[in-house]
């Protein structure tokens, strides 16, 4: 597409917004063609090789959602967007699980016009880095081979995905997958944890606050919504957004404006929203405590994560890496692992998942004096005597008191961080104790050199 005109089908059976749309892609400088309906825009994608098309969800003689389905089989990597009526948000996400990549709702405003036609043939010239590539994904079982394909499809659509899992699954990583394979990969990725922002400064660090705005408003701020703007915002645990704070992020996902805390006027933007949480965000709307409106919004396409227990095929080769990494961080030669302790993970169902994984190797490295790791070095929960401290069993008396204490606390404070995904301000308040007692006992336990990130 270098250098040649892109080009446009338009479909559309009303002649004024089909003429349209013609000019303003002429004013693009793209070659458009136009089709009053469907049986035409048939013919034309029989017949010819298109980069883009537009078209309306009403065709007189059927639907855009027949030429949705139609043009999968025919040209299954032409990007196609949907022009429907204002509100009728159930066909636009019907359209958007078939294949398109967006919608936009009559009537049409020019500028919101260009950006869907700018967004489109960026897919287009994406298109060919989508295969090839290495997507840093570990493991080849079903569930991880049906996720890759998942992860190409959605990263050329446009539409808002909710990214289901467990804690510790690797939510984020597939997120920041999904924006690197799209169009929108050299933009920003933002990623922001809405469990862990204040409630009463929710609103600026989403949108942004002018200085002077509120006590502790010391200079402007642009606020998330605005710093990924062009890019990808992904709200992980959004489910802990408080009702108010829904309320506004919905509207500004709908109107695709911000108003920052203290300004007058309203700023334009250009994001594609990804969420996650390893609540049922179902469950969670059925309770009142996540807005309906709000969750058909999020929740156009979903993409499930599976926990580790369902890819137990995977942990050799998750080992390894993860091996591979501590090795370079710490400046070592990294251990392998005799025949007992791979079998020893590999019956493991990892409640935490790769989180836990890594916590677990990353212990077992601290504790291995040789170049081979253990079972009795990795101190899972489901072997016995000293390597599981539980506060309801008793204690090996050969274990002396002091390290039996140390035990139960750390497996204690591991859980609290997994469950806050390693914010540690987060933890230490489901601890019951200050920040500052948390990086103590951190220190102390060995453990403040735990890495928050994890890998799927």
């Given at each position: 597409m270098n250098?040649?005109?892109?080009?446009v089908?338009?479909?559309?059976?009303e002649?004024?917004?089909?003429?349209?749309?013609?000019?303003?892609?002429?004013?693009?400088?793209?070659?458009a063609?136009?089709?009053?309906?469907?049986?035409?825009?048939?013919r034309?994608?029989?017949?010819d090789?298109?980069?883009?098309?537009?078209t309306?969800?009403?065709?007189?003689?059927?639907?855009?959602?027949?030429?949705?389905?139609?043009?999968?089989?025919k040209?299954p990597?032409?990007?196609?967007?949907?022009?429907?009526?204002?509100?009728?948000?159930?066909t636009?996400?019907?359209?958007?699980?078939?294949?398109?990549y967006?919608f936009?709702?009559?009537?049409?405003?020019?500028?919101?016009?260009?950006q869907?036609?700018?967004?489109?043939?960026?897919?287009s010239r994406?298109?060919?880095?989508?295969?090839?590539?290495d997507?840093?994904?570990?493991?080849?079982?079903p569930?991880?081979?049906?996720?890759?394909?998942?992860?190409?499809?959605?990263?050329?659509?446009?539409?808002?995905?909710?990214?289901?899992?467990e804690?510790?699954?690797?939510?984020?990583?597939v997120?920041?997958?999904?924006?690197?394979l799209?169009?929108?990969?050299?933009?920003?990725?933002?990623a922001?944890?809405?469990?862990?922002?204040p409630?009463?400064?929710?609103?600026?660090?989403?949108?942004?606050?002018?200085?002077?705005s509120?006590?502790?408003?010391?200079?402007?701020?642009?606020?998330?919504?605005?710093?990924?703007d062009?890019?990808?915002?992904?709200?992980?645990?959004?489910?802990?957004?408080?009702?108010?704070?829904?309320?506004?992020?919905?509207?500004?996902?709908?109107?695709?404006?911000?108003r920052?805390?203290?300004e007058?006027?309203?700023?334009?933007v250009?994001l594609?929203?990804?969420?996650a949480?390893h609540?049922d965000?179902s469950?969670?709307m059925?309770a009142?405590?996540f807005?309906?409106d709000?969750?058909?919004?999020?929740n156009?396409?979903?993409?499930?994560v599976?926990?580790?227990?369902?890819?137990?095929?995977?942990?050799p080769?998750?080992?390894?890496?993860?091996?591979s990494?501590?090795?370079?961080?710490?400046?070592?030669?990294?251990?392998?692992?005799?025949?007992?302790?791979?079998?020893?993970?590999?019956?493991?169902?990892?409640p935490g998942?790769?989180r836990?994984?890594?916590?677990?190797?990353?212990?077992?490295?601290?504790l291995?004096?040789?170049?081979i790791?253990e079972?009795?070095?990795?101190r899972l929960?489901?072997?016995?005597?000293?390597?599981?401290?539980?506060?309801?069993?008793?204690?090996?008396?050969?274990?002396?008191?002091?390290?039996?204490?140390?035990?139960?606390?750390?497996q204690?404070?591991l859980?609290?961080?997994?469950?806050?995904?390693?914010?540690?301000?987060?933890?230490?308040?489901?601890?019951?104790?200050?920040f500052?007692?948390?990086?103590?006992?951190?220190?102390?336990l060995?453990?403040?050199?735990?890495?928050?990130?994890?890998?799927?």
């Amino acid at each position: 597409m270098n250098d040649i005109t892109p080009r446009v089908l338009v479909v559309d059976d009303e002649s004024d917004l089909r003429e349209l749309l013609v000019i303003t892609l002429g004013r693009m400088k793209l070659e458009a063609t136009a089709a009053d309906s469907l049986a035409a825009a048939q013919r034309l994608l029989d017949r010819d090789t298109f980069h883009l098309c537009l078209t309306d969800m009403n065709l007189g003689d059927g639907t855009g959602l027949q030429l949705i389905r139609y043009a999968a089989e025919k040209a299954p990597d032409l990007p196609i967007a949907v022009l429907t009526a204002f509100g009728n948000m159930e066909t636009a996400t019907e359209a958007m699980k078939l294949g398109a990549y967006d919608f936009i709702a009559k009537p049409v405003t020019l500028d919101r016009l260009r950006q869907l036609i700018q967004d489109g043939l960026g897919i287009s010239r994406h298109g060919a880095a989508e295969s090839g590539e290495d997507d840093g994904l570990i493991g080849q079982s079903p569930a991880m081979q049906h996720l890759r394909r998942q992860i190409r499809k959605l990263a050329r659509s446009q539409a808002p995905i909710y990214i289901s899992g467990e804690s510790g699954s690797g939510k984020e990583k597939v997120a920041r997958l999904i924006h690197t394979l799209g169009p929108r990969g050299d933009h920003p990725f933002v990623a922001v944890n809405c469990g862990a922002i204040p409630s009463e400064l929710m609103e600026s660090e989403f949108f942004g606050h002018r200085k002077g705005s509120f006590t502790g408003a010391v200079e402007d701020r642009k606020g998330l919504f605005r710093e990924a703007d062009g890019g990808t915002l992904f709200l992980d645990e959004v489910a802990d957004l408080p009702l108010h704070m829904q309320v506004k992020l919905l509207r500004a996902i709908q109107e695709k404006t911000v108003r920052p805390v203290g300004e007058s006027r309203e700023f334009s933007v250009n994001l594609r929203i990804l969420c996650a949480t390893h609540k049922d965000l179902s469950e969670e709307m059925q309770a009142g405590r996540f807005r309906q409106d709000l969750y058909y919004r999020l929740n156009v396409i979903e993409a499930h994560v599976p926990p580790l227990r369902e890819r137990l095929d995977d942990v050799p080769a998750l080992v390894d890496h993860i091996l591979s990494r501590l090795g370079i961080a710490w400046d070592t030669t990294p251990p392998t692992l005799s025949d007992g302790t791979l079998a020893a993970l590999r019956g493991y169902p990892f409640p935490g998942n790769v989180r836990e994984l890594e916590n677990v190797l990353e212990r077992a490295m601290t504790l291995c004096d040789g170049n081979i790791i253990e079972p009795s070095h990795l101190r899972l929960p489901s072997q016995t005597g000293a390597d599981t401290p539980s506060l309801g069993g008793s204690r090996d008396p050969a274990l002396p008191l002091e390290d039996y204490l140390q035990d139960i606390e750390r497996q204690e404070i591991l859980k609290a961080l997994d469950a806050t995904h390693w914010n540690r301000t987060a933890a230490a308040k489901k601890l019951g104790m200050t920040f500052r007692s948390l990086r103590y006992r951190l220190k102390k336990l060995a453990l403040d050199q735990e890495e928050e990130e994890g890998s799927a």
